[in-house]
C-alpha cells in the first residue's frame, strides 16, 4: 500500500493492478503492463507521496531512477483513467470467463497462474476453459494445464484464515440454500474441494479435443501430442487411440506411397479396423511390400485384442483341407483379394518372407495357414502368363517344409495337417505344370519336335489336371490333330496305338477316311501332299478293307473327280 498524509493514494492501487497484471501478460502485452506499473509510481512522486520501505524494497533501479527524476502528473492521471475501467471489469467478470478470455487469446503463462490461484473456483469448467486454447497453439505449451487420472496439486494458496475453518464452512452451506454466497478458495477447497471430470469424461474430452484438433487446423502432429500427454497423466484407456493416430501419421507422411493420401481423424477412426489395414498397404509394390507390412500393417494387425476372423467372398473351397479351419486374419483376407485381382506378384515377396529364415514374427498363425494362403492365392489368380511366380510360390513352400522337417521343428509342422497339405501342394504343382505347357502350346508354332512330344504331355495333362479324360478318347484326338496338320509320319505310328492305349481298327480307319474326305474337298489339286499323303495311309492302313470304308472311300472319290 503506498501512503502519503495518512491516505491511501489511488495511483498507489493503480500502480499494483499492473504489478499484478503483468504476471498475466506475455510478449508485448507483458512489457506494456510493467510500463504502466511504473508510470502509476512515478505518478506518485509527482505528487509528493512517498513509497513505504517494505515496496521500496521489491522495486528495480530503473524504478528508482524514475521515482527520483520524473514528475509526470498528466500522464499518471490518463492512465488512471483508462485503465481503472480494466481493472474494474476484470473484478466484477467471473473467474470461468475471465479464464476463458485468456484461453480464447493464448494467454497460457496468465491462465496457468490464474488456475493456481484459483484452483477450486475453476474446477467445474476446467473442460470449457482447456477446450477454448485456439487449435492451432502447441500441446507442449500449455501441457501442464492438461488433466490426468489424479487431479493436480500445485496450487499457490494463501495460507488458511483463523475464519476459514469448518464451522464456517457448514454455515456457509446453509446459507446457500436460501441465497448467493461468494466463497474464497479456501472455504472451496474445505467444502468441495477440487472437481475432477471422471476419467470416462476425460476420455471422451481428450478424443474430441483431438479430432477439433484436426478438423479445424489440419495438425496430426498437436492431435498426437495431446493424447500423448493424456497417456502420460495416467489415463490408459486412450493408447488404443493414439495408436490409431499414430498410424494415421506414419501413413499420411510415409514416404513409401507414391500417390497422395490424405483423410482426417474422425474419418479414420469410424473405419472398420480391417480397412484401416487395407489403407496401410494401398498403393504398394513388390518391392516395398514387406517393408510396409513389418514397420506398419503387421504391428498394427497385432495391436487389436485377438485376430479378427472375416468371411471372405474369395474362400477357395478345398475337400482335401476341410476339416482345417484357418484363422481369416488380416493378412490372410488382404493376399486373397489381391490375388483375385491378378497382382500375384505382390502375394510372392510375402510368401518369400514367410518362409525365410528370418520371417516377420507372427506373419501367419503357423504353416498350415501359410500353405492354405499360397494355394488359394494360387488358384484365385485368373491370368495365363503367371506361371511361373505361381511356380516360385510352390517352391517356397516346399524348401520351407523340407527345412522345418530336417530341423525337427514341432512348433511349425503340425501332424494332424502336414500330410494333407503335401497332397494338396502336389495337386497345384501338376495344375501349375499343365498350365504352363498349354499356354507354351498357345502362344507358339508347333515344330516337328513339338508335334512329337505332344503326345506325352497329353498323358501329363491328364494324370496331374484331367483325370476324368479316357486315354483312347485323348489319343483319337491327338491323331485327328496329327492329320489336320500334316503330320503323317507320326499320325502313321499313333495309328497303330501306344504301350498303354490300343486304338481299335474301325476309329482308326474312320480317322484317316474323314481326314481323306477334308482335304479331298479343300485342296487345290489331287497331287498335293496333304492328298497323297491321305492316300498312302489308306492303303498302308488297309482302311478300305471294311464295308464302311469302301463306301467312305468310292463315294470321296467319285464325288471328287465330278
Not at 499492473?18 to 509527482?46: H, M, N, P, W
Not at 488512471?80 to 475501467?85: K, N
Not at 500441446?139 to 487431479?151: I, M
Not at 476419467?199 to 481428450?206: A, F, M, R, S
Request: with cysteine.
Amino acid at each position: 500500500m503506498l501512503c502519503g498524509s495518512g491516505a491511501c493514494h489511488p495511483f498507489a492501487t493503480l500502480g499494483a493492478l499492473y504489478q499484478y497484471l503483468v504476471e498475466f501478460k506475455t510478449g508485448e502485452q507483458r512489457k506494456e503492463a510493467t510500463d504502466q506499473s511504473l508510470k502509476a509510481y512515478q505518478a506518485i512522486v509527482s505528487c509528493n507521496y512517498l513509497l513505504p520501505k517494505s515496496m521500496i524494497g521489491w522495486l528495480g533501479e530503473e524504478e528508482k531512477q524514475y521515482f527520483s527524476r520524473y514528475h509526470i502528473p498528466e500522464i499518471a492521471r490518463h492512465f488512471l483513467d483508462c485503465f481503472t475501467q480494466e481493472y474494474v471489469k476484470f473484478r466484477v467478470s467471473p473467474l470461468t470467463e475471465s479464464a476463458i478470455s485468456l484461453a480464447e487469446s493464448g494467454k497460457i503463462g496468465a491462465l496457468n497462474l490464474l488456475f493456481k490461484r484459483h484452483p477450486y473456483s475453476l474446477s467445474p469448467s476446467i473442460l470449457d476453459i482447456l477446450s477454448a486454447i485456439p487449435e492451432t497453439l502447441p500441446v507442449q505449451t500449455y501441457g501442464q494445464l492438461l488433466l490426468g487420472r489424479l487431479p493436480p496439486n500445485t496450487f499457490a494458496l494463501r495460507d488458511d484464515d483463523w475464519l476459514e475453518c469448518q464451522n464456517t464452512v457448514e454455515y456457509m452451506n446453509k446459507l446457500a440454500v436460501s441465497s448467493e454466497v461468494f466463497p474464497t478458495e479456501i472455504i472451496l477447497k474445505h467444502s468441495r474441494g477440487f472437481v475432477c471430470p471422471l476419467v470416462d469424461e476425460l476420455t471422451e474430452w481428450y478424443k474430441k479435443r483431438a479430432k477439433d484438433i484436426d478438423n479445424l487446423s489440419g495438425q496430426l502432429d498437436n492431435c498426437l501430442s495431446l493424447v500423448e500427454f493424456a497417456c502420460c497423466k495416467g489415463i490408459a484407456e486412450l493408447q488404443k487411440f493414439r495408436e490409431k493416430i499414430s498410424y494415421l501419421h506414419q501413413l499420411i507422411y510415409s514416404d513409401e506411397i507414391d500417390e497422395t493420401f490424405n483423410m482426417s481423424l474422425g474419418t479414420w477412426d469410424q473405419l472398420p479396423d480391417y480397412e484401416k489395414f487395407k489403407m496401410m498397404l494401398k498403393g504398394v509394390r513388390e518391392d516395398n511390400v514387406v517393408g510396409s507390412l513389418r514397420e506398419s500393417a503387421i504391428p498394427f494387425m497385432h495391436s487389436q485384442l485377438n485376430f479378427h476372423f472375416l468371411d471372405s467372398e474369395f474362400e477357395v473351397k478345398e475337400p482335401l483341407l476341410e476339416n482345417y479351419e484357418p484363422t481369416g486374419s488380416f493378412l490372410v483376407t488382404w493376399l486373397k483379394e489381391v490375388a483375385a485381382e491378378n497382382k500375384l506378384e505382390i502375394c510372392l515377396p510375402v510368401i518369400e518372407n514367410a518362409c525365410g529364415d528370418s520371417p516377420i514374427d507372427g506373419l501367419f498363425k503357423d504353416e498350415a495357414e501359410l500353405i492354405k494362403t499360397a494355394l488359394q492365392c494360387i488358384y484365385l489368380c485368373t491370368l495365363t502368363d503367371q506361371w511361373n511366380i505361381m511356380a516360385s510360390i510352390l517352391l517356397k513352400l516346399h524348401q520351407k517344409i523340407l527345412r522345418d522337417k530336417s530341423c525337427n521343428d514341432e512348433k511349425e509342422l503340425n501332424p494332424n495337417h502336414v500330410d494333407m497339405l503335401e497332397k494338396r501342394m502336389k495337386i497345384a504343382e501338376g495344375h501349375v505344370e499343365v498350365g504352363r505347357l498349354l499356354a507354351y502350346y498357345q502362344q507358339h508354332g508347333r515344330s516337328y519336335q513339338d508335334w512329337a512330344n505332344m503326345w506325352r504331355d497329353m498323358q501329363c495333362f491328364q494324370g496331374k489336371a484331367f483325370p476324368f479324360l479316357d486315354a483312347e478318347y485323348m489319343l483319337i484326338e491327338f491323331i485327328r490333330r496329327l492329320l489336320k496338320a500334316g503330320e503323317f509320319s507320326l499320325a502313321r505310328n499313333y495309328l497303330k496305338g501306344t504301350g498303354s492305349v490300343v486304338l481299335d481298327f474301325e476309329k482308326a480307319e474312320n480317322l484317316v477316311i474323314q481326314a481323306s474326305r477334308e482335304y479331298f474337298f479343300s485342296a487345290s489339286s489331287f497331287a498335293c501332299d496333304e492328298v497323297l499323303g491321305t492316300q498312302a495311309l489308306i492303303r498302308e492302313g488297309n482302311f478300305c478293307s471294311t464295308s464302311f470304308g469302301k463306301v467312305m472311300f468310292h463315294s470321296v472319290w467319285w464325288v471328287a473327280s465330278d
